[in-house]
């Protein structure tokens, strides 16, 4: 194994294992001050303490370092203990055309075939009219979550007299987001005793633009909690036990059903001709494939996984929070009381329709979206789109994603494609010379590639 594929095979093993020993050791080496030393310290004591090769780890940390010391310092500061840089390939899936607009998609994400299959599935639809797709709502949602044990009457009336004190003691945090016309749109009070007793909560709407809000939001939510318990505290009508209202916590909610777009492609079934099987029976297949995935929970949570391969890696290029997006949207996956597919597929009149609707509160100002170089040419790439012009690429590349996955399924397999992308990750762990790469890269297409046949084929050379 040359030397810069040893260091790629094992950059994952070391991780691991500092952060295995991080856990196996926490309870016999507590760190004391930790997020008080500099970086070099930091190292200095995870390396001596959590790795069987202190030099060696400090080598493969320092080599994921940028040499452009700004640049570093920048990366240090996203978040706190840094010790060094964890990389994700950036890859580009072109020719989208959205909405008669052509697209090159940056997508960041580790797993083989993704990008591929993307763009497959692009130009697919490139030549079929592209993908349609359109805003369905862009509401996003907070909640004050609060106990009272009194009159539910007295609190409507309470409440009834504090709203409009609730948007006025929040204008100094409301007054730019307003000016751009965006804001808060509705404060409900909500009476959820029938799931815990004694539970309410405010239950607001905000419209938020192009920042994805989670701060402004959250601060409208504590300056409610804030006007709320006070003004209750000198209202008339309570009782001295009602006064004392007990704020739990004040939140946004990551579930937005009504942050809201849909992405959607179509064509006369007899122009699926590129299929393996013939159009007609490749348009039934799909189908019955997406039927099964609304039907079996098993299934949908795969089927949805391929789903957000698509949607994460835009997300996580463009500097959004693919973590708020993946609870959301699985949570959408299963606001019916069901967990099933976010894909849908018909056939009508001899048209053949697959389209998406999927929750997405996405930013593009805020954030990393003004600090990361990455994120800012990725937003560059996709013409420095708006909130709402991400949902719908987003979306598509979701929708896209899908296409190509339940295609393969249905058609050649999984497998074939996917380990053909994964095979120069196993010559990279094998040590084999470009010679080799290629050599055996022209073998595997014409032959099936699994693990234990790669490595017989990479035996069988090095014999040679």
Known sequence: MNEASTIRFLTAGLFICIFTNLIT???TKPIQGFSKLTKEEKIDRIVSNYTHDAEYAKIILKRYWNDDKALQKLHDEFIENTISNYYLPLGIAPNFLINN???AI?????????????????????????????VLGTEKIGQVHFMFSGDLNKLKTFFDFVKPKLRSEASDIT??????GGGISKIELRDKTTELDNYYQLHCTFETLDAMGANFINSCLEQFAKTFKQEAQTFSDFSESEKNIEIVMSILSNYVPNCLVRAEVSCPVDELTDADTNATEFAKKMIQAIAIAKAEPHRAVTHNKGIMNGVDAVILATGNDFRAVEAGVHAYAAKDGKYTSLTDASIEDGIFKFWIEIPLALGTVGGLTSLHPLVKLALEILQKPSAQELMQIVAVAGLAQNFAAVRSLITTGIQEGHMKMHLLNILNQLGATEKEKTTLTNHFKKN?????????AFENLRSK
Not at 110 to 133: D, Q
Not at 448 to 456: D, F
């Open 175 to 180: 007054r730019n987001m307003h000016k751009r």
């Open 448 to 456: 099936t590639a699994t693990h234990s046949s790669v490595v017989e």
């Open 25 to 27: 050791n926490s309870m």
């Open 106 to 134: 940056p997508m960041a994400i580790e797993e083989s075939s993704v990008v591929a299959a993307a763009s497959k599935a692009a130009k697919f639809w490139l030549e079929r009219g592209g993908f349609k797709t359109t």
């Open 101 to 103: 607009k052509l697209y």
